[in-house]
């Protein structure tokens, strides 16, 4: 099974950044695909970005396009998301994901979640 850990959520003040971390205990991890998720309060869990198991593709979801970055490091087994410019809007619990090989941003195709890292942007 895979364990996956997010680290480096915080409160920051809009137009300002943070790198969240997601660190898997696995075997092969240069097996999986893996994604971002957020969700806030009230609302769907939404897509933010995945990274294949390659890492040969990325996507990102239009409304943090351009802003978030997404990375993999296979000999540290950590997926990384670099947030920049950041927004209230972006205020939510931010989660890893991974699935065998695939990448997608439909949050059922994953089969593995961490327990996420609260993201809090101040106006």
């Known amino acids: 099974q895979v364990q996956l850990v997010e680290s480096g959520g915080g409160l920051v003040q809009a137009g300002g950044s943070l790198r969240l971390s997601c660190a898997a205990s696995?075997?092969?991890?240069?097996?999986?695909?893996l994604g971002w998720f957020r969700q806030a309060p009230g609302k769907e869990r939404e897509f933010v970005a995945l990274?294949?198991?390659?890492?040969?593709?990325?996507n990102y979801a239009d409304s943090v396009k351009g802003r978030f970055t997404i990375s993999r490091d296979n000999a540290k087994k950590t997926v990384y998301l670099q947030m920049d410019s950041l927004k209230p809007e972006d205020t939510a619990r931010y989660h890893c994901a991974a699935q065998v090989f695939g990448s997608s941003r439909w949050a059922s195709d994953y089969g593995y979640w961490g327990q996420g890292t609260q993201v809090t942007v101040s106006s």
């Open positions: 696995v075997r092969t991890f240069s097996n999986y695909g």
């Open positions: 990274i294949s198991w390659s890492g040969g593709i990325s």
